[in-house]
């Protein structure tokens, strides 16, 4: 079955900063990639995806994201974080008509 | 307005008594989908429905128990609550309409067993 990893488990980034967020998928063929964003005590909401195409893929609030079949990696971007981007980030991968979840990364912004 | 709703948002039960977690959606969605997420954790699948009266068993075995009557209700039910089942349930729905597989998801309902 279709699986993310995500390597970092927490990243620290100051505002204003870049950041960039790691998402691995195993998967033959061309897969079907999530990235979702948790606030705490919420649920998820959907930034972007990607079916196919170009594979640079523009989401909400400013995120983007690009599919590298050859590295097998679809990693998420924002050019400069602002303190509300401070979140949990979740990849996922479709498996069917299921979503199979990374573990997450967990986003601090520092001041 | 569409959406998915969850109901209670926050739940703290005492050991031994039944539960039920309310999930309904309003976007006439086929698909719907319980997930179990302990804090700071990945989300794990523990069951779907692609229909009324279909219901199956995800990928993380649990001990609740779901039911599909109706198209927009898909509610979880823990027959005997326990400390293992302290979590953070979340419903999700989707449909062949939207983007392949885009789940929707409601805010959650966050479990405490004592």
């Known amino acids: 079955a279709q699986s993310v990893t995500q390597p970092d488990i927490h990243i620290t980034v100051s505002e204003g900063a870049s950041l960039e967020l790691r998402c691995n998928y195993s998967y033959g063929a061309t897969p079907y990639l999530f990235w979702y964003v948790q606030s705490p005590g919420q649920g998820l909401q959907l930034l972007l995806k990607?079916?196919?195409?170009?594979?640079l893929v523009q989401g909400i609030k400013g995120f983007e994201a690009e599919f590298k079949r050859s590295q097998s990696s679809f990693n998420l971007r924002k050019p400069s974080v602002h303190w509300s981007d401070a979140a949990e980030y979740f990849c996922a991968v479709a498996n069917d008509y299921k979503l199979s979840f990374g573990a997450g990364t967990t986003v601090t912004v520092r001041a | 307005e569409a959406d998915i709703y969850q109901t209670p948002r926050y739940l703290v039960i005492g050991t031994g008594k039944k539960i039920t977690l309310e999930c309904s959606q309003t976007m006439g969605h086929d698909k719907m989908y319980w997930y179990q997420q302990d804090p700071g954790m990945e989300l794990h699948l523990i069951h779907y429905s692609y229909g009324v009266n279909s219901t199956e068993k995800g990928d993380l075995s649990s001990e609740s128990t779901v039911s599909r009557i109706r198209t927009e209700h898909f509610p979880l039910t823990l027959e005997s609550a326990r400390p293992s089942h302290t979590s953070q349930y979340l419903c999700?729905?989707?449909?062949?309409?939207?983007?392949?597989?885009?789940?929707?998801f409601g805010p959650g309902t966050r479990l405490t067993v004592l």
């Open positions: 999700a729905s989707s449909s062949p309409g939207t983007s392949y597989n885009e789940q929707f």
């Open positions: 990607y079916f196919s195409g170009d594979t």
